[in-house]
């Protein structure tokens, strides 16, 4: 699993990139409370087909192993922090396992991110096809 991004330029970019990087772990392992951790309660998780979940959702989706994430790779992430709000994109090149079937995404995501207190939660993704 190989991570790259642009150069964070202050503390609060650097302390993002290191939370993506945590939720990166976190939807590989599965591990539900790095999930909950993550994830702030409002949160609206999209797919790149149409389907929005919620905190509850995503965390048993990947907790439970439906969607299983057997590697992901970030490529050309580029994080910008505004107040307490933190807008990162980049490329999600994963391998999966989704019902014991492999297979590879190849998509490109919108994280919005909110200073809650001391951390990051997330606030929102969206998922898109990249175009081929």
């Known amino acids: 699993m190989s991570t790259s991004y642009a150069f964070a330029q202050n503390k609060a970019e650097q302390s993002l990139a290191t939370v993506v990087e945590k939720m990166k772990n976190a939807m590989v392992s599965g591990e539900r409370k790095d999930l909950e951790e993550i994830a702030a309660t409002e949160l609206s ?3 790149s087909g149409g389907k929005i979940e ?3 959702t995503f965390v048993e989706t990947i907790a439970s192993g439906k969607s299983d994430f057997v590697s992901i790779d970030l490529t050309n992430q580029t994080i910008k922090v505004t107040g307490d709000i ?3 994109r980049h490329e999600l090149h994963a391998k999966t396992n989704d019902g014991g079937k492999p297979g590879e995404v190849h998509l ?3 994280l919005v991110w909110q ?3 001391k951390n990051w939660k997330l606030l929102a993704r969206q ?3 990249l175009p081929h």
């Open 115 to 117: 200073l809650q207190g």
């Open 54 to 56: 919620d905190k509850a």
């Open 86 to 88: 933190g807008v990162v």
């Open 108 to 110: 490109g995501i919108l």
């Open 127 to 129: 998922a898109y096809k």
């Open 45 to 47: 998780y999209g797919h």
